[in-house]
């Protein structure tokens, strides 16, 4: 019996065309960019009050505006 011969028997090509960028994943990056960008503008407002070591809990003090629903918020 004799060897088949490998040259004239091709490969199946695995190599596929790359899908298409479409809408979807362009409101996805758009996305992407909008929380990153919140996050990085919600961080430097933070450092303009100090950072994280100024929030040591619950607020407990209303200004003179909301003074009237301090029984509903119970504070």
Do not use: D, W
């Amino acid at each position: 019996m004799s060897q088949p011969n490998l040259e004239s028997v091709s490969a199946p090509s695995v190599l596929k065309k790359k899908p298409q960028m479409n809408i979807y994943t362009v409101l996805l990056l758009i996305a992407l960019v909008s929380l990153l960008t919140g996050c990085v503008l919600l961080y430097l407002e933070l450092n303009a009050y100090g950072g994280f070591s100024a929030i040591k809990g619950r607020v407990s003090m209303l200004g003179e505006t909301y003074r009237h629903l301090s029984p509903i918020l119970r504070v």
